[in-house]
Nanobody, 118 residues
Framework: QVQLVESGGGMVQPGGSLRLSCAAS????????MGWYRQAPGKEREFVAS???????TYADFAKGRFTISRDIAKITVYLQMNSLKPEDTAVYYC????????????WGQGTQVTVSS
């Protein structure tokens, strides 16, 4: 059974940084794509970034230049380094996983809250 456990959320001032982690377990992820999504209050969930286990990554436009997704193969963990955070980045951030050949994410974590406020 696939499990994704996020950590690293919290409250930070505008301009600050946070690093989110997603520990994956339950199967081999070598042919999976891992993603980060977020959902702000009253808004739909939106894509943030994704990466496969060879390191190929994609980003939403708002994340380019500020966020960096990475993975540690040995630890089966995916990270999201977020810099220059803005109040509009406030949301619950979710880790997700899908087979690389599919389009929909099948597995989701429980989410971690990120609040950017002065």
């Amino acid at each position: 059974q696939v499990q994704l456990v996020e950590s690293g959320g919290g409250m930070v001032q505008p301009g600050g940084s946070l690093r989110l982690s997603c520990a994956a377990s339950g199967r081999t992820f070598s042919n999976y794509r891992m993603g980060w999504y977020r959902q702000a209050p009253g808004k739909e969930r939106e894509f943030v970034a994704s990466i496969n286990w060879t390191g190929a990554s994609t980003y939403a436009d708002f994340a380019k230049g500020r966020f960096t997704i990475s993975r540690d193969i040995a630890k089966i963990t995916v990270y999201l380094q977020m810099n220059s955070l803005k109040p509009e980045d406030t949301a619950v951030y979710y880790c997700a996983a899908r087979p690389a050949a599919e389009y929909e994410y099948k597995h989701w974590g429980q989410g971690t809250q990120v609040t950017v406020s002065s």
